[in-house]
């Protein structure tokens, strides 16, 4: 599993719109749950690795998690 930590741009129904804190680069996450999320969190993406080549590249998150005090692990 791959890790992504992220700050959300916008929430959808089956997907967010993210910008990875590592690189800056925006990301489409596809998700079944965006319960919970506001946009300006900061979240920890857990994803099989594989990214699209589209604009803006595309992920499936297996899990989803709020980061505590709005920080990325180091």
Do not use: K, W
């Not at 994803?47 to 005090?69: C, D, E, K, L």
């Amino acid at each position: 599993m791959t890790r992504m930590c992220a700050v959300i741009l916008e929430i959808n129904r089956d997907n967010l719109l993210v910008q990875d804190s590592e690189t800056n680069q925006e990301v489409l996450v596809h998700t079944n749950c965006t319960c919970n999320l506001n946009v300006n969190d900061r979240i920890l993406i857990l994803y099989n690795g594989i990214m699209t080549m589209r604009i803006p590249p595309q992920i499936n998150a297996v899990r989803i998690s709020r980061m505590p005090f709005n920080r990325c692990p180091r």
